[in-house]
């Protein structure tokens, strides 16, 4: 494997694509390989949160992106070599597909390879409030070896904007997915004197 990390990021329908945005942007700064697809649901939350400027900016900061329904893109394979996948935001739809291995559509089909292949796969999974059914998939995901990170605020870094706050949640996500995001995740030192 090429000595740059190789991340593949799943943009799913759930709220907060600025999260996704972010991921993106730190890993260009880490210099990081991102393989990257949107699912049509991500299209609308995207465009309805963010704008057609960012939509540009998702496409043009990953190194690849593959088209939702393009199953035989190589992210469904795992014989192509990456480290670990994120899906940012995770919605309960694309949880769901996830935990019964449904396999459908190029998200779901990319993170049942990455569980197939015992690589780390992260979810931020996203909706409040949550029924048995949503539990469900997250326990199931979790025995199957997925880490379950809700993009909760971390409210104790005493962030100013939401701006920085995104900013958080991303980093922390590539961290609980293996890649260390440097200077840009802020850690808990211990209460100030
Ligand atoms: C503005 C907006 C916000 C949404 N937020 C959520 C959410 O936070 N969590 C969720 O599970 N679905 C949310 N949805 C619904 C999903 O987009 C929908 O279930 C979709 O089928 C998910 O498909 P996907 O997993 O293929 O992206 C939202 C939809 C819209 C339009």
Redesign the pocket.
Known sequence: MSRRKRLVIGI?????AAIALEILRLCKALRLDTFTTV????E??IQ??LGDVARREIHDLATQEYAASDVAAPISSGSFQVNAMIVA?C????LA?IAYGTGE?L?ARAADVTLKERRQLVLLA??APLHEGHLEAMLKVTRMGAIVAPPVPPFYLSHSTIEEMTRQIAARALATAGIDPGDSLRRWTGEPA
């Open positions: 799913s329908g759930a709220s907060g699912s049509a649901a991500a609308r939350t309805l949160e935001p919605s309960m739809r694309s597909a559509g998200l996203r909706e």
